[in-house]
């Protein structure tokens, strides 16, 4: 009998020790904890904390015993408190930490923090209180606020960006627009030049003939006739070429390639040129390739001889002769710097002839002005 009182009693004392022993174990989580904590009574009066709170808040010691749990918040958010507190002991809930609630403390000094809370409540012998945990979110909640100015920062850019954009969209049709209007007027134009200066030049073209037909026999007058005509062929010319030109720009050349010798093709121009020759000069022809039947537009391949002869006699000194030559229907040179056979390229794959021969233009800073080998390939 006294065995069993015995162990009776030891067991009382270890279940006695157990339960200190748990109080123990819970005292030091609530005063060890890395957040704050907080037990009100219903009325909301600060019942218990931990030091965590203390360092948080700014207090030290029991100072925050017995005093009302809103003086831990903001001054214009005391008064609103009070009722959701209320409202809260009438219907008591577990409230997770955060729940999307913008909420904020209010330390001793009077300066305030942003916060996140959560709720609970228990019973002890028919009394509730509620346990708060608060969370310092400082750190976080300024790099959301630094994450929400480098959007707005962002989406100012963008904004900016955009409007700068549109404002290049429209001086760029702007532009395009002007650079239509005016490519229309430079049309109108070149037409109507065509036009008005094909009749001056055919008057005057049979004005000098008639004059050579009349005063054959006088050099002087012989010499500016042929100055004239020379001239006038020079104006034609031009005329023609910025026809061409004008054509092309606008896709309304028409190519009628057909099969023609190339030789009389070039002999023919080459003569009509000759007259445009300054004093000494000469123009001469070569062709050295076997094949001289070529596939092309005759009217346009001879705007190309054309312009090349007329720059070579343009560009080049006087007393220097002019050498055109071709080893390939699909090739032409002029220089006057060497006789046929010299000074020109021979062989590499032809490209085709997509305009007719842009003007050259000779160096300004050459002494003797000469004409440099000059090449076209055509189609």
């Known amino acids: 009998m006294i065995a069993v009182a015995t162990l009776a009693s030891n067991t009382d004392q270890g279940m006695r020790q157990v339960a200190m022993d748990i109080r123990h174990v819970g005292e030091l989580l609530f005063t060890t904890a890395a957040e704050g904590l907080v037990v009100v009574d219903r009325e909301g009066t600060i019942l218990l904390h931990n030091p965590r ?4 808040f700014g207090h030290t010691g029991e100072e ?8 831990l918040l903001p001054d214009a958010a005391r008064a609103h408190h009070v009722h959701h507190r209320a409202n809260y002991a009438e219907h008591p809930v577990p409230r997770s930490m955060g729940m999307g609630m913008d909420l904020w403390g209010q330390r001793k000094d009077g300066s305030i923090f942003p916060v996140e809370v959560s709720l609970n409540h228990f019973n002890v012998k028919g009394r509730m209180y509620v346990m708060g945990l608060i969370t310092d979110v400082t750190l976080r909640h300024e790099a959301e606020q630094a994450l929400h100015r480098s959007k707005q920062d962002l989406e100012e ?12 969209e429209k001086s760029v049709r702007a532009a395009l627009e002007k650079e239509r209007e005016l490519h229309q007027l430079k049309s109108r ?15 005057i073209m049979g004005s000098v003939d008639l004059i050579g037909r009349y005063a054959t026999g006088d050099e002087k007058v012989d010499k500016h006739v042929k100055r004239i005509r020379s001239k006038v062929r020079e104006l034609t010319s031009m005329l023609n070429e910025f026809l061409s030109l004008e054509r092309i720009e606008q896709g309304q050349t028409l190519v009628n390639p057909t099969s023609f010798d190339i030789i009389h093709h070039c002999i023919e121009q080459i003569e009509e040129l000759r007259g445009l020759a300054k004093a000494g ?3 001469d022809y070569d062709h050295s390739g076997e094949e001289r039947t070529i596939g092309t537009d005759r009217q346009m391949l001879g705007h190309v001889i054309t312009n090349l002869v007329t720059n ?3 560009y080049s000194p006087e007393n220097k002769p002019i050498y055109v030559a071709h080893d390939d229907p699909r090739r032409f040179a002029t220089d006057h710097r060497a ?9 590499g794959p032809a490209a085709p002839l997509r305009a007719v ?8 800073h050459t002494r003797d002005r000469s004409w440099p080998e000059h090449r076209e390939t055509l189609p």
């Open 339 to 347: 006789g046929p056979g010299h000074g020109y390229s021979h062989g």
């Open 312 to 314: 070579a006699v343009k």
């Open 157 to 168: 850019r963008v904004e900016q960006r955009t409007a700068e954009l549109r404002e290049a």
């Open 281 to 283: 000069q000469s123009i």
């Open 53 to 56: 709170l203390n360092e948080m």
């Open 189 to 203: 134009f070149v037409a109507m030049a065509s036009h008005e200066f094909r009749t001056p030049l055919s008057t």
């Open 357 to 364: 021969l842009p003007w050259w233009q000779c160096d300004d």
């Open 64 to 71: 925050l015993k017995g005093r009302p749990i809103e003086d």
